[in-house]
Each structure stands twice: as C-alpha cells, then as structure tokens.
C-alpha cells in the first residue's frame, strides 16, 4: 500500500451510439451512426464499432459516412437522454473518488492517490468501476491507470473499446513507445510535420535532445510539451484547469439561413440541452460562449462573463442571443450556430439565493424536471418549455 500518485481516465466507448444500442436493443451489433440524416448536411457525431469497420468516424460529413456504410442505422442526436446516462456514469465514479473531473459528456479523470487502502490495488478497482458503471448505466467504457492523467488518458484509448490498461510505475517510456510518436495525445499535425522535416522524426532521437535546444527548435510551449511527453512525464495536462472547462452544443442548419426565428429556436433547443449537461455534471458556470459559422465557412466565437451564476436554460439563451446580435452581420448567412459554458466549476447553481429572480424560478423547475427524469431512468423530453418563447429577461 502507498500513496503514489494514481489516476484513472474513464472514456465511455463510442457513447452516444452506445447509448442508442442500450436503448434499442435490436440496433446491438449493428453499424449505428448518430448525426445528421442522411441526405441532409452536417456530420457524424458518434458511431458504434461496428460502424467504424466501414470507415465511417466522427465529424465525418453524413454524406460520406452514407457512402461508406449505406446499410447503417441513422439516428439523431438526442443530447438530453446521453446527458441523462453520463450523469448516471459520473455519479458512479463519485463513488470511487472524491475528485472527478468530468472532462467532457463521455470522459472525466479521477484521481485515485491513496484509494488502495479502500479498494485494493488500481487494476482490481478498475475493474470493479467497469462493471459498476456497465450494470448500472448500461454503457461499456475503458480506463486507463497511470501516475498522471496525461498517461492515464492515453492508456484509456489504448485497448478500446471495452479496454483496461494500466501503465505501472517505470514502464512510462515502454509505454510511449508503445503508442507510437503520432497517437501521443496533444501533438498535432504540424508539429509532427515539422518534425519530419528536420529529420526529428522518431521518439529515439527525439529523447537524444536535451529540453533547450527542443525549445529551440521548436518553441518554449512545444519544445517543452514535447520533452516530457516523450518520457511520459505529466504534460500539466487538466491539473490546474480542468476542474474548469466548457460545455457547449452547435448544430448546423439544413440551409444557410439569415431567418432569426430559425436561428433564434436553434439556439434555444441547444440552450437546452447545455444546460441539462450542466444539471447532469452538477457544474456551474458564468460564462456564456456562442459560436457561429457563416455561408463561406468563416467561423467566430465570442463570450461574456456574467455577475452571477448563470440560472437556466433561458438566461443563457438569451446571454447568447445578445451575444450574437451585437456581433453577427445579418446580411452574410449563417452555416451553424453553438452556444455553451466556458469554465464551468464543479458545484451547484444559484438555487439557495435569498431572492430568486425569474431566472432561478425557471431554472428550478428546469432542474426538478431533470431530477425527475433521472430517477424515472427514462428520456422524456421537456418539449413545452422548447415550444415557450421566452420574454426578455429583467436582470
Ligand atoms: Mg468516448
């Protein structure tokens, strides 16, 4: 027993589509593919394994995808149910340690140091969390174990799906080596291609360098990412900012469109669903981002930090569409629109405030129905607040 430092990444395997085959059990061993309808624009948001040995992957256009895999089963996105499921998932891992960050609706990274007088060794545990979560919330999942959460997510996608690694303590660089120089998580493209170009092109001569003429040649950031990735060293990856990060939604519109009641109903929907993730993850945010894309593919983004704690779908709803309208030109139209959370912190909302404004009022009941609809297990759309235009807000 000791108090090395452990971590678990937990990465739910291809969710939303797993999700859809937990739902419909005859979809099980089939190519399912979550996204756009075929013959409509926009892409793949998830696809099942079975889809993916047609080549079909996420953010692949849907026309592709349908190319590729004509006989698949097409579904949409239905974002409030997969929040549902992946608050059931992190409630489970709450259960394993008291620090969970959930990184993203399908991911969270869970410090482990000092569990083992608890649970027993990592690998047992690890174990034990997988079965818990594919019993209880119905998803297959991968964890990776490692001393940082940089190794530990790269473990987790190292036998996907349904995958269990653990990288043991000085088996970091056996490890890296294992993954290979282009699947270590962070590098990009162009680094990779720079590197080829000055002939730096393996991990072996890349581990002859020493920190400063990497820096060098590549820049402070880079050059100091690249020298402790390599060794498996933690990159700082999620260690101060991670119990901070967004929640957001987009979609694209089946046309180009200048319509703002087409516009505005789209960023209400997504409003709704970002902030049932916020529900579902227990989070709380300030800030409000929005992202759109124009017709030539020119895409902004821009966001504002409130005095106070944003309190339901609608405030943020409408915290966008001031947003947008002080930025978006009217007269080029708009491919797509997103809305989210910049640096949502773990926590509650304003609920407990002493005088609760219309917005509150609203996000309580916005909240009890998600309460509701996770303890009844079932996905039942709050379609009537959708349906409401909101008034103008009065804070
Ligand atoms: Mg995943």
Known sequence: MSSAPVFFHVDLDAFFASVEQMDNPGYKGKPVIVGAAPGHRGVVSACSYEARKFGVHSAMPISEAFRRCPQGIYLPVRMKRYAEVSGVVMGILGEFSPDVRPISIDEASLDMTGTSLLFGPPLGTA?????????????????????????????????????????????????????????????????????????????????????????????????NFLYNAIRGRDIGMYSDTAKSHSISHETTFPEDTSDWEIISLSLLDLSHQVMYRLFAENGKSRTVSIKYRYSDFSTFSCQTTLNHLVASAEELYETGVKLLKAKWNPQV????????????????????????????????????????????????????SLLQRPRRGRR
């Open 127 to 223: 174990e034990k969390l997988k079965t818990q979560v594919r019993s209880r919330a119905g998803v297959p999942l991968s964890v990776g174990i490692a001393q940082n959460r940089f190794l530990a997510k790269m473990a987790s996608d190292f036998k996907k799906p349904d995958g269990l690694y653990e990288v043991r303590p000085g088996g970091e660089e056996a490890f890296i080596d294992a993954v290979g120089l282009p699947k270590i998580w962070g590098l990009g493209k162009k680094t990779l291609e720079r590197l080829s170009a000055i002939h730096l092109d393996t991990l072996a001569k890349l581990r002859q360098m020493g920190e400063d003429s990497l820096k060098s040649l590549m820049g402070q950031a880079t050059g």
């Open 333 to 384: 139209p708009l491919r797509l629109i997103g809305i989210g959370f910049d640096k949502v912190q773990p926590g509650e909302g304003s609920q407990q405030e002493l005088f609760p404004t219309a917005y509150d009022r609203k996000g309580m009941v916005e909240k009890a129905v998600f309460n509701m609809q996770q303890k009844a297990g079932e996905a039942t759309p709050v379609k009537a």
